[in-house]
């Protein structure tokens, strides 16, 4: 069982504009520290424009920032928007179910109880909950937000 | 996000034998009803097997049974060992691992914590909920143990 690569890059998009909110970002930036793919992250990038949590400047010195506070932005809402879908099984999808037993199994209810269960446990994550260090393994809230890309140095962040 | 086909044979196949216990069943009668590769069936059967949820009775008459009562057959130890992994993401994985935020980051803990929510939830079902009509919507304990498959006219059902 896995997410899907394109919500752990958005997820990764989300947690290098939260770390460096003191400027504006560029894909390519995202895509050299990630050794990603600028065209991935471009899609990622739109959808998370769509959803709000990304904003846009534009202009010779634009980028990218978070559209919404990182508290604000719930990793929950964020995962249901990335994931194509949460077809756990073959009788969760229309268009290809064959399953004989669709009318009267038990199975679907499970796997949709757990599939709540997991995302329940997302929608009470927020962003500023990721870029917190070790938030939660000391319990301490005075930890102060991760600097997690503070030893590399890429074009644009030597620009500004 | 979603899990492997795999593991939807597997639960069929622990469905369909828990739904055909007053005979011994053959690989090619699960194939056939649910339009499966046999091979992959094979597979599939020989890891249940190796779990002690299926037992083979050989023999020309044989065929398989369950290797155990369907209450005794909890569907999240079935779904741990059918799965080959819960990497929800990249940093999940040792040895594809080049995330350079591992060392410090919160999601991996958030995922880890979804993810065993999602179990925890398999882990409270056994084979034996799976093939009770609508148990869990009427709440009746009384209800007979579903007949999927009474329409389905297989070659060994004719035989026996």
Do not use: W
Request: net charge positive.
């Amino acid at each position: 069982m896995k997410l899907t690569t394109y919500t752990d890059y958005a997820l990764r998009t989300l947690m290098y504009l939260a770390a460096n909110r003191e400027r504006l970002v560029t894909i390519q930036d995202i895509a050299d520290v990630h050794h990603i793919a600028k065209n991935h992250l471009t899609k990622v990038v739109h959808q998370l424009g769509v959803l709000g949590v990304v904003a846009t400047v534009r202009g010779r010195n634009g980028g990218l920032k978070l559209g919404k506070e990182p508290v604000q932005i719930n990793i929950g809402a964020v995962v249901r928007s990335t994931e194509p879908d949460f077809f756990m099984a073959e009788c969760f999808d229309p268009s290809k179910n064959e399953c004989i037993l669709t009318s009267c199994c038990g199975l679907k209810n499970v796997l949709r109880s757990a599939t709540t269960a997991y995302l329940g446990v997302l929608d009470g994550v927020t962003l500023e909950n990721l870029v917190r260090k070790n938030v939660a393994r000391t319990g301490k809230a005075e930890v102060k937000p991760l600097r997690f890309y503070a030893a590399v140095k890429t074009k644009s962040s030597h620009r500004t």
